[in-house]
């Protein structure tokens, strides 16, 4: 009988044990998903107040940039020697605007992206009109009557170059006036720029054919046109890349916004802060940065790029608007992919 009371003795402490465990459990299960939602609400506040302090500064960019335009047709009337110079202020704070986006695209929602890229596109559509109906590209005058042979004559006055006007849409013409630093009108060159211990604004590579560009060191800004059986190796963009018209090229870039229109048959292996955007382009394949040079992590991480992001693979086609995948891209397979690419001993070759 004392055998019998023992036993029943510890069968109900072991059932009050494990309803004890039961309930400790629950409770800290509780606790676990409360804190999971709070973080989730804060990282979505966090995110939240991020996008409105964006949008916030880039409506007030945007106002300033809009009054500037339109106070010009006010200099023009007042002191039009100033107009070149208004006209490059301007210039220059559409680029701080459009750095401003690809700085802080990576968390922005896609809509806000192509928004604020519309309208960079659109203030500089209107620096371009302006400048094209202020500066006046051709004058003319008539000559002195000298003789009957020369009395209905004209000689037009020494042709006034209008004021460069960078227009990221309309890359074709933008080429055409840009004079910043950069590879042109080569073929079969291994091209070598050398920026560690410089400091470089834009960088321009066009009109390359079976060449390879070595870019070692970080630039602000890089726009690479018309090339074709390239390879391009490139460190660290501060700022945005634009690539327009490339055929059966390989890129292996790092940027906070990269831009892609009119690519044919061409392999990108990229480390960027937004998603890659592509325009009109086909057969492109992504995977993500394999490059390496002396000294290439301290610029990584002095540009931001030090952290893999993974938006390699996170490709907008803004000429696909199905919700099926594009089918103008697609992730290079593993087994296709070259490995780590060292451009360290940068020597041959045509230099910068």
């Not at 659109?122 to 009109?129: A, G, H, I, M, V």
């Not at 009395?151 to 849409?169: F, G």
């Amino acid at each position: 009988m004392d055998d019998e009371m023992e036993k029943q003795i510890v069968s109900e402490d072991r059932e009050a044990e494990t309803a004890l465990q039961k309930k400790h459990l629950s409770m800290l299960e509780r606790l676990s998903k409360r804190h999971q939602t709070r973080s989730s609400d804060n990282s979505e506040s966090s995110s939240l107040e991020s996008t409105s302090s964006f949008l916030s500064r880039f409506s007030n960019l945007k106002t300033s940039i809009e009054s500037q335009l339109a106070q010009s047709q006010a200099i023009s009337s007042s002191d039009p020697s100033q107009l070149k110079t208004n006209f490059h202020k301007i210039s220059e704070s559409i680029s701080d605007l459009e750095k401003l986006v690809a700085e802080n695209s990576y968390f922005l929602p896609s809509y806000d992206v192509r928004s604020s890229l519309k309208t960079v596109s659109d203030l500089k559509r209107s620096l371009e009109n302006l400048n094209s109906e202020l500066i006046p590209k051709k004058k003319f005058s008539f000559k002195s009557k000298a003789s009957k042979k020369d009395k209905d004559s004209v000689i037009p006055e020494p042709k006034q170059a209008p004021l460069p006007v960078p227009d990221l849409d309309s890359v074709k013409s933008s080429f055409a006036v840009r004079d910043s630093p950069g590879f042109r009108n080569e073929a079969g060159r291994v091209l070598v720029g050398e920026f560690r211990d410089s400091e470089v604004g834009e960088f321009t590579v066009s009109d390359l054919d079976s060449c390879e560009v070595r870019i070692i060191g970080c630039v602000r800004a890089l726009f690479v046109h018309r090339l074709k059986n390239c390879r391009v190796y490139v460190g660290p963009v501060t700022g945005s890349i634009h690539i327009e018209e490339v055929e059966g090229c390989v890129f292996v870039m790092a940027s906070h916004q990269i831009r892609i229109h009119g690519a044919r048959g061409s392999d990108f292996y990229l480390r960027v802060r937004s998603r890659p955007i592509i325009e009109d382009s086909n057969g492109v394949r992504f995977a993500p940065y394999y490059l390496s040079y002396q000294g290439i992590e301290e610029d990584l991480r002095g540009a931001g790029l030090d952290a893999e992001t993974g938006n390699w693979a996170n490709v907008d086609d803004f000429r696909w608007l199905r919700a099926v995948q594009s089918p103008n891209w697609s992730i290079l397979p593993e087994n296709e992919r070259v490995g780590i690419v060292n451009i360290s001993n940068s020597t041959s070759g045509e230099g910068i």
